[in-house]
Structures are given as C-alpha cells and as structure tokens.
C-alpha cells in the first residue's frame, strides 16, 4: 500500500513497453494499478548511485489489458514483467505477423506501376488490369493524377491496400499488405523518401535488359538511410536481351549488397513462361487469360536441370556468408532443408544483410504471385523492425515503440494531399490505435485534434473505418498539421524524427499572366508547398517577385502544368536559376559598434566576435550555425536572441550574391549595451551589420550543385555524347559498355546542363536518356563568380538609383 502511494505521489513516467523492458533489471518493488484509465505498472528502487527512484509506467489503455487483469486476479505472485509482456504478446503478434507494410521503388520506367497493377488484380482489389499509357485510355490504377495518365510517369506516390492469400503448409494464411507505389523519376525523390520513411519493407524493382541503373543506386541509397529491408524483382523477362543474373551480379557489385537468385526462368523474351522455384526445386507457369492460374509441378525442363542446380548452389553459398546456420550446415556439407533457407533467407533480409532476387514480367503477367508470397516470406512485420521516438521529458531519449494496439497511441503525419473533402493526412501508427472521434496531440505545436474520419486510401479512392491499429497505414481527414508531424494520445511525450528534406537545387520566377488569377495563385502555391517540403515558394524582398525552387526543371513544370489545370491559372515565369550558396574560406575576427546617438531616442549596439568556416559535410556544405558565449553578461538574453535573428537573416541572403550563406560559423563572445539606447532590433541590425563586413573578409566563395548525371544511348552515340560533356567541362566518372547501349557517369554542374535535354535528342536521333540528380556543392568557375558577383552588385546598384 505504501509503495502504491508511493508511487502516485511520483511525477509520472509514462513510457511504453520497450522502454519498461529496458529498465527491467533496476526495479525492487512493482505494483499494478488498474483503473478506468487504463492499467499501469509503478516501480520503486535504488538507482545504481543508490537514489531512490519511483516510475510508473502505464501498460495499456481502458479496457485492453483484460487478460493481464485476470491473471492478476487468479494469481498476483505470478505477475512477473514478463507475464505481463507475454499475455500482451500472446494478443497482438498473431495480429502484427500477416501483417505487411511495403513500398515499390525503382529506376524510372522498370514496372512499378504496371506490377502493381499486377498485384492488385491478383489480390482481388481490382477487377481488370489497365496499363500505364495503355490503349483502352483508362490508365493504371495507381497512377490517378490526369497528368500521370498522359506523360506516363508516377509523379505522386499513391497508398493501396489489399489481402494475399498465401499457401502455407497446405492450409490458406492471408495476409494483410499495405502498399505505397513511388514515383520513378528523380525530381521526385521526396515521395520516395517519405514512403520509406514509413514503411517496413520494400520491393526494388530492376529492369531484366538494364540491370541497375542510375536511379537504382538512389533508390539503395534512400533505403539504407532507412534501413528498408527489401527483396528485388528483376521485370521485364520478356525483352530481348533479358539477362536476370547479370542484375544479380550488379546487386552484388554495384549496390554491395550481397544477393542471389532465388529462381531461374523457364525460356525468354516472347517465350519466358515461368519460373523454377530454386527453394523447393518446383516449376511454376502462369495460366489463365491474365496469368492468375499458379500452375505448380516437381517437373523441371530437362534444359534447366543443370542451371537450377549451379544457382542452388550459389544460392545456398551467398546465404553461408550471410547467416551462421547455413554456414554451418555447409560447411558440414550437409545440404539445407527448404525450411532452413528460408528462414535465413528472412533472418538475413530483415538483418539487411542480403537480398533475395525473384524475377518475372508484369506485362506478360507472368511470376508476380511469387514475388507476393516472397513479401509474406522474407519482408518484417511491423514488430520486428525498430522504430524509435525521443521523449522529451528525457532528453530526447530514444524509446522503442511497440506496435501493439493496446499500447498508448504514437504516429507520424507522413504525407499531406488536399483533396476534395480538405486536407488528407496520411499516418502510420506506430503504437496504440487511432479511432475515430478521438482526440490526439500534436507533438509539434502541442495542439489537440479531434480525429473526424478515418479512412484507408486505394489510390484515389478511399474506404472509411472506424479505426485502425498499430502497424498500419491510413489517412485522416480534418487534421491541420505538416508533413512530419507526431500524434500522440497526449499522454506520451514523444515525437518521431521525420525524413530527410532535399534542399532545391532550381528555382525561377513566376507570376500570374492576369491579376484576376492572383487569388487561385496563392491558393495553388499553399497547397503546393504544404504537400511537398522539396518545392519552396518565397517572395524575393528586392525584386518583389515570387520564387518557386525545386528539385528539377521536371519538378517545376509539373507544377505550372498544375496550376493551369487545377487551378486554371496561366502564368509567366522566368528562366530558371541555379541555387548557388555561399560560404567563406578563413576565419576572421569582427569588433562591430552601430550607434545613432543624436538627440532623442537612439539606437546603440555592440558585436564582438568571430566568424570562421565550418568543416563540410556529406554533400559538400553544412548549415550555418550561430553560437553565443558572452560572459559577465555584456548583452543580456533578450538581446542576444534577437542577435541571433540578424544572423539568420544574414545567412538567407548572403552578402556575395543574394544566394543562402551555408557553412560559416558565426560566434559573438563579448558586446556592449547602452542601459536607453540598446534594443532588439538594435542588436538585430548591428549583427547583419558585422555578419556583412567579416563576411566580406573572410574570404568568400559561391558554391554551385554538381549534379550526378547518368546517360544512356545506343553504342553508335557514344562519341557524340563525350563531346557535349567535354564542351560543358563535366568529369566523366564511369562508362559502361553493354551490347547494344552505354552508360556514362558524369559529375556536371547545374549551371551547364540548361538546355542539354534538347542536345542530347539531337546528337542521338531522340535515343539518349538522361537523369540528374544533386551531388554536392562545389566552388564556382571563377570566372563565373566574377560574373555573379558583378551582376548582383549592378542590380543592386540599379535599384538604389530608383
Ligand atoms: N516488355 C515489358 N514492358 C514492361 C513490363 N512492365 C512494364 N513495362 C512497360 O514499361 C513502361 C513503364 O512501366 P511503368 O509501370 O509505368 O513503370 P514505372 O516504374 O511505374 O514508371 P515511373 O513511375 O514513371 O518511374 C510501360 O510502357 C510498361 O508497359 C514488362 O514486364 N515487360
């Protein structure tokens, strides 16, 4: 009873499950408290320095720990931490284990589209196949935007659910998978991110002709940064020149990531019909009108005996590397059972040490079903992959969120889309379970919502619930947040690190052709930019122009293309810019005093300090960064904030060419105040003041964005392409020579890439491909810094005069 008073008295320490494991050894004495609010677990011990230390830790929402409660009726003394764990457990994991979340991401135009189109039909969510550009004009149901009907592309990534019937040990499993189709292109990119930012899994789809392709090798990078588990699936068998090993290979070489076949095919290009399953050695076709009939037999085609046994074998080496089991195994010389390798296989693919690659034509529909039960066989469920939250009561602390429905509820805003019915917010729910009419908090602004209706999106269409549980995808309507943002029950102080923003690396004016429009103008640009953090909007302060910034010249033609057809506003825009940034080289010191002291109020500040450049991160720049470290008190708090708000001002337009300051260090260390003349906006004006002067000194430079650039064109056009890239002085990194195409790696700058599109059809007979893609900053041309330079300071000096 003591403790138990204890124990309330105690502030409250709300964590969930994992991070009530993870202090599971410290505590002496638990209680359990049940109450209409739910149930909680108090602790009471000695730390190691030997303090005392009271926390409580709340297990479940009302009404969903009943089996915990029982127990602790029949039986208190058996109510151990791990009983308690283990009658959650023994509710959610059946739940959590047929329960997948997945993405497609690939190089541009591989089949995401069209074998998600697949899996769809094949999954019974819909009733005839359209294709991407196909005859009958209805399109591919994931691609629902009128534009990406036309042009082909995904340009949005699109959210779908659908239940695979799976046949495990002769008996029918389904399993639930939520699916997010990406866009291929890289303009894009941000879709991508943000997909994988919340998805347990992922499909890397590949082309059987081109392997890995520039696209591939970002779409490994994205998954890295978010350690996606993923399988591949080699498509397009059915091309001329297909070759699924030699994409293997380049898995293996070019993404190094250790990978293997688990199939061979049965005959190509026209003739591929299907796949020997090289697990349990079977032959699998595809009957019926749209390949929906698995026909499975133990009768492998005597032509493919041999090979299926060389990529056995190889098989079964390339998981010895991977997973101590069949390291053993082989190295007994024992063979693996089916049993056994799939379970390395999966121990391995959610280890992210290896990826299992499956191979098939969506278009032909032929051996995607496999592909299907591969997601069911080697992709995590959402309780066995980690996902953190920091919790500010700890000091950003890391904890673990548990997807058990019972759990207090956590999620993360992912994606905003507006839509006919308002705003549409796409959640993943980590922990707990979001229902409808339920009030959630913000993390972020700390505001309460109500949660007017759920719904789970399939593609552009939506079906509502009334709730949804933890591990899974749905969207919300009425919730006025960013993309990013973390909902909580309000009980847990936790926020979710969001993902990672490209900055833009083009941007150009643009304006209404008639004023009437300005209204649905504004409104276009809002939702634009509240939907897609890599897509900026600002209103230049000289030049009173508004600046839209993104990722491409694709990405911002989509958007005008947009405007004229949603929002039916014609506009006139400018030529593109490059997004130069600016920095400086040496540190200099600065002693900077703005007085105006002439009768009446005045205006007096002092800055002393120093500016020095920061070391370079991983894309060639870091942010800029302002410290303080006035001692005696010089200039008091206040003041220093708003020293702080001049250096941020200074940094958004830098002193060389009006381009963002990146990598400068600014510190102000000592100061002075005038007790009636000293005032925020004083200290504010004297820092931009200083921030100006050192900067100039400092030796400055401009940065420009390099640009990883990966072309494709015949063989016969290999010369011509070497010569255009020499003219615009890129440094050619790589080329590849296949038998019928080439692939060249090149660094170019932004800047010299205007108008290449146009140069390459015509120097390849509209064969060439390109794509860019942001590499690093790196020094301007010299010469074309004396050139900016110049023409921002006749600019300036132009306006002055006006
Ligand atoms: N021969 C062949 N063509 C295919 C296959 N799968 C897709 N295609 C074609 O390849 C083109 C691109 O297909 P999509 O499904 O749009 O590719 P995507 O990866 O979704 O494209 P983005 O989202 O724009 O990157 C279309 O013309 C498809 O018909 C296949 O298995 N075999």
């Excluded at 030529?575 to 002693?591: M, S």
């Excluded at 991160?617 to 006035?630: H, L």
């Excluded at 990146?662 to 906006?681: K, P, Y």
């Excluded at 016969?716 to 255009?724: D, P, R, T």
Aim: contains cysteine; charged residues 25%.
């Amino acid at each position: 009873m003591r403790v138990q008073r204890a124990v309330r008295a105690a502030a409250l320490t709300e964590a969930p499950l994992g991070a009530f494991r993870s202090c599971a050894s410290r505590p002496r004495f638990l209680c359990l408290n049940a109450s209409r609010q739910g149930l909680t677990l108090g602790a009471v011990g000695r730390g190691r320095a030997g303090q005392r230390y009271f926390s409580e830790t709340r297990l479940a929402r009302a009404g969903a720990a009943e089996a915990v409660l029982k127990q602790a009726a029949a039986d208190p003394s058996k109510l151990t931490q791990e009983a308690i764990i283990d009658n959650l457990d023994s509710v959610e994991r059946g739940r959590l284990a047929k329960l997948r979340n997945i993405g497609i991401a690939a190089h541009i135009d591989s089949g995401k589209t069209t074998a998600t189109e697949r899996v769809l039909f094949y999954t019974g969510r819909i009733n005839s196949i359209h294709e991407v550009r196909g005859k009958d004009a209805v399109g591919a149901k994931m691609d629902s935007m009128e534009l990406e009907r036309e042009k082909g592309i995904t340009i949005q990534s699109a959210a779908t659910f659908c239940d695979w019937v799976k046949k495990e040990n002769g008996k029918d499993e389904t399993y639930h998978i939520n699916l997010i189709d990406t866009p291929g292109h890289i303009d894009f990119t941000i879709e991508v991110e943000r997909a994988l930012r919340v998805l347990d899994g992922a499909v890397m789809i590949l082309c059987a002709v081109s392997g890995v392709q520039s696209q591939t090798i970002t779409v490994d990078r994205q998954m890295r940064r978010y350690n996606i588990p993923r399988i591949s699936f080699v498509n397009k068998m059915d091309r001329m020149g297909a070759n699924p090993f030699k994409a293997v290979e380049q898995i293996n070489q070019k993404l190094r990531i250790p990978a293997a076949a688990l199939q061979v095919p049965i005959g190509s290009e026209d003739s591929f019909n299907g796949v020997v399953d090289l697990i349990r050695m079977k032959a699998i076709y595809n009957d019926g009108p749209k390949g929906e009939i698995i026909r499975e037999t133990d009768e492998i085609p005597e032509n493919l005996k041999a090979l299926a046994e060389e990529k056995r074998a190889v098989l079964i080496e390339t998981l010895a590397d991977v997973d101590d089991e069949i390291a053993e195994i082989f190295l007994d010389e024992r063979t693996p059972t089916p049993e056994q390798m799939k379970a390395a296989i999966r121990r391995a693919t959610i280890g992210l040490k290896f990826t299992p690659v499956l191979m098939g034509s969506a278009l032909a529909d032929k051996s995607v079903q496999p592909m299907l039960d591969a997601v069911c066989d080697y992709l995590p469920n959402p309780s066995e992959v980690e996902n953190l939250a920091l919790d500010k009561r700890r000091n950003e602390a890391p904890v673990k969120l548990v997807s058990y429905n019972s759990l207090p509820f956590v999620g993360l805003a992912f994606k905003l889309e507006e839509s006919n019915y308002g705003q549409l917010t796409y959640i993943r729910v980590y922990q707990g379970t979001l229902k409808k009419g339920m009030n959630v908090f913000n993390a972020r602004t700390d505001k309460r919502v109500k949660i007017p209706r759920i719904v789970r999106m399939h593609s552009n269409e939506m079906e509502d619930v009334p709730e949804i549980g933890a591990g899974e995808i749905c969207a919300v309507f009425g919730v006025d947040c960013a993309s990013g943002d973390t909902f909580t029950d309000g009980g847990l102080p936790y926020s979710m690190s969001s993902m990672f923003v490209p900055d833009p690396v083009i941007s150009l004016s643009i304006k209404p052709k008639t004023t009437k429009d300005g209204n649905n103008f504004s409104k276009a640009m809002n939702r634009f930019q509240r939907e897609d953090p890599t897509f900026r909007v600002h209103v230049d302060a000289e030049s009173q122009e508004t600046i839209i910034s993104g990722m491409g010249e694709l990405h911002l033609d989509i958007y005008i293309e947009r405007m004229r057809r949603e929002y039916k506003v014609e506009v006139e825009t400018g030529q593109p810019q490059v997004a130069y940034r600016e920095t400086i080289t040496q540190p200099v010191k600065f002693d900077h005093t703005l007085k105006k002291q002439t009768g009446g109020a005045g205006d007096y500040a002092r800055v002393v300090g120093f500016m020095e450049p920061l070391e370079l991160g991983e894309n060639g720049y870091t942010q800029s960064k302002f410290r303080e470290e006035v001692t005696g008190g010089s200039i008091n708090e206040k003041y220093l904030f708003a020293c702080e708000k001049g250096f941020v001002a200074s940094c958004e337009k830098g002193p060389l060419i009006g381009h963002p300051v990146l990598g400068a260090l600014m510190v102000i260390n000592d100061g002075a105040t005038h007790m009636t003349d000293s005032s925020e906006m004083a200290f504010k004006n004297a820092t931009q003041q200083a921030f100006r002067k050192a900067f100039k000194e400092a030796k400055p430079q401009v940065l420009e964005p390099l640009m990883k650039t990966t072309i494709t064109a015949p063989n016969e056009f290999q010369g011509n392409i070497v010569g255009l890239l020499n003219k615009r002085n890129a440094i050619i990194n790589d080329t590849e020579i296949g038998p019928e195409d080439f692939t060249l790696q090149a660094d170019c700058s932004l800047n010299a890439m205007f108008g290449f599109s146009s140069q390459l059809r015509a120097a390849t007979q509209g064969k060439g491909e390109f794509g860019m893609e942001f590499s690093h900053y790196s020094p301007a041309p010299g010469q074309l810094q004396k050139e900016l330079v110049a023409k921002y300071e006749k600019f300036q000096a132009d306006r002055n005069k006006k």
